[in-house]
């Protein structure tokens, strides 16, 4: 039976054992797309998570969805991802106020969100004040564009390394879950016998 983890709903009559499989094959692969630097996908892939264990009460689960997604949205590193770091951090210290890691995020991101907003406060202010030109510090002598050039060819090794990853995280991952799935069906038939 295939099932589609985009949807909570088609969970509902999942065995305990394989909802707890599906919420941690989730959630390790939100963590192996932190670790490659995908934000969007561990974000999605925790809110998927997080649906399913607050539809079925699983505050752990949720917890550590919400820890993750956290971690996902401070790396982005913008002022909204921020923001919404703060709020999921928050929320996984409530769930779970016994986990110092939590308490910790909560209070880095609030500390990041605050000073993304004073810093882009002061930038709003420079560009706005008469006595500077909105681009007065970018450099005309062509350096610009060597950096850029310079940084394409650094970001196309690392991609190359991070497809490697990648391919072999999921194989993993897929082993691991085939292997946790067939361990399920045993325990199912000799359950029947």
């Known amino acids: 039976m295939l099932v589609d983890a985009t949807t909570p709903s088609s969970c ?3 065995h305990p054992t394989a909802r707890a499989l599906l919420l941690s094959t989730l959630l390790n692969g939100a963590r192996a797309s932190l670790a490659q630097g995908r934000w969007e996908q561990c974000v999605r892939c925790c809110s998927v998570a997080l649906t399913h264990a607050l539809q079925h009460g699983d505050d752990a689960a949720a917890a550590k969805a919400l820890y993750w997604r ?3 949205r401070e790396a982005e590193g913008t002022r909204a991802g921020l923001t919404g770091a703060t709020r999921d951090a928050g929320k996984a210290s409530a769930l779970a106020p016994a986990d110092p890691l939590a308490r910790q995020l909560a209070a880095r991101t609030r500390r990041r969100a605050d000073a993304a907003t004073l810093r882009e406060q002061r930038q709003c202010a420079a560009m706005f004040s008469g006595s500077q030109a909105l681009y007065a510090d970018a450099p005309d002598d062509g350096s610009r564009e060597e950096g850029q050039q310079q940084k394409r060819v650094r970001d196309g090794a690392w991609t190359t390394r991070i497809k490697r990853f990648r391919a072999a995280a999921y194989l993993v991952i897929i082993a691991r879950l085939l292997w ?5 069906r045993m325990h199912a038939l000799r359950a029947r016998r």
């Open 12 to 14: 509902g009559a999942l």
């Open 70 to 72: 956290a971690c996902g």
């Open 180 to 184: 946790q799935l067939h361990a399920v």
